[in-house]
């Protein structure tokens, strides 16, 4: 190898512990694995954090698989699988739409709610452990930063995306 590149690729790998990706992803499981302590200290042992995204979702007459999907961000498929596993909890109750035949309406039970409100309690307990960390200002800051990079991949990424897989779909061959 090119010792140029040796170098280059020597003073990438010293750098690791700075990649975002990394940094971000670390984060993440930090903040997940608060979280999932927390609310199993709570009995809600059979709570991930993918089925409260999906309950943070529900408003409160209901809504399609196929919004909480797109609200979510992710697969009807995945959005379908999820709702499967809340209803099995108890979380959430299936229903038929009441003017589309094709959709269920998917709603919040007790059990849902307050799992609802025993989130927000854990986002407060997530908050709390990481200004020990970081202090308020710091913490507000990196909610700050992360919230402009959210929006400008809601409003510009995500957008093109969807564009693209329309386009795909309706331009078939």
Not at 79 to 107: C, F, Q, W
Not at 148 to 167: C, G, I, M, R, S
Request: hydrophobic share 35%; with cysteine.
């Amino acid at each position: 190898m090119n010792p140029e590149k040796k170098l280059e690729i020597q003073e990438f790998k010293n750098n690791k512990s700075r990649l975002l990706g990394r940094l971000l992803n670390k984060s993440y499981r930090y903040m997940s694995e608060i979280a999932t302590d927390f609310l199993r200290e709570h009995g809600y042992s059979d709570v991930r954090i993918g089925h409260i995204v999906a309950l943070v979702h529900i408003e409160f007459e209901g809504d399609t698989v196929n919004t909480l999907a797109n609200r979510a961000g992710i697969t009807k498929q995945g959005m379908s699988k999820i709702v499967k596993e809340l209803v099995d909890g108890n979380y959430v109750i299936s229903e038929k739409h009441p003017t589309d035949a094709r959709s269920v309406m998917v709603k919040l039970t007790d059990k849902g709610y307050k799992a609802l409100t025993l989130w927000k309690a854990c986002t407060e307990h997530v908050d709390r452990k990481f200004t020990e960390i970081l202090g308020s200002d710091r913490l507000e800051q990196v909610k700050d930063i992360l919230e402009v990079l959210a929006d400008h991949y809601e409003n510009n990424v995500a957008v093109v995306q969807n564009n693209d897989v329309l386009n795909n779909m309706m331009f078939e061959k």
